[in-house]
Each structure stands twice: as structure tokens, then as C-alpha cells.
């Protein structure tokens, strides 16, 4: 069973920045997409970036331009920095890894903007 530990969540200024990391099991991380989704309340889960093994980012059109998705395959961990922040970027932060064949999810880790 593959583990993602998710940290660097916490409370922000609007305009503020954050990094978040998400550690994975070594067995799976060379090998996965790794991705960063979030959940506000009372909505439903939604991507904000992912990025490939061979490193090609994606990223939802609310953060482009603001938050960059980054992978250290010598450490099996991949970063969200996100700059720039807004209220409505609050929510919980979850970490995914997947390929065909598998998706792991991580705890989650809350990111609270405040105005």
C-alpha cells in the first residue's frame, strides 16, 4: 500500500504565498502522474495541477499564472508553490498519484486565505 503525506498547509494574507509538499512511497512515485486537487466547502473536488513523470505540468485556469507544480524524483516528493493567493483559494489540499493501473490519495491539508 503506497503512502502520500501531505504538509505546508496553514492560515495566509491574501496575497501571500505557500508551499505545499506531498512526500510519496519511492516504489510508486518514479512511475506516476502526481497531482494536486482541492475541496472547498460545500463543493466538489477539483484539480488544480498535475504533472507527469516525464514532468509536463497542467494546471486548472484559476491558478495558471499563479501556482507552479514542481517533482523531486531524488526525494519522491512533489511541491505546489503558490503565490499570489486569494480567499478563494481556501480549502483542504489533496495530493494524488495514479497511473492506469492505480490512485492513491493523500490526508489533505488545509490552505486558509484570509481577506
Known amino acids: 500500500q503506497a503512502q502520500l503525506v501531505e504538509s505546508g498547509g496553514g492560515l495566509v494574507q491574501a496575497g501571500g504565498s505557500l508551499r505545499l509538499s506531498c512526500a510519496a512511497s519511492r516504489s510508486i512515485f518514479s512511475i506516476s502522474t502526481m497531482g494536486w486537487y482541492r475541496q472547498a466547502p460545500g463543493k466538489q473536488r477539483e484539480l488544480v495541477a498535475t504533472i507527469s513523470s516525464g514532468g509536463y505540468a497542467n494546471y486548472a485556469n484559476s491558478v495558471k499564472d499563479r501556482f507552479t507544480i514542481s517533482r523531486d524524483n531524488a526525494k519522491n516528493t512533489v511541491y505546489l508553490q503558490m503565490n499570489s493567493l486569494e480567499p478563494e483559494d481556501t480549502a483542504v489540499y489533496y495530493c494524488?498519484?495514479?497511473?492506469?493501473?492505480?490512485?492513491?490519495w493523500g490526508q489533505g491539508t488545509q490552505v486558509t486565505v484570509s481577506s
Open positions: 494524488k498519484a495514479y497511473t492506469v493501473r492505480y490512485t492513491y
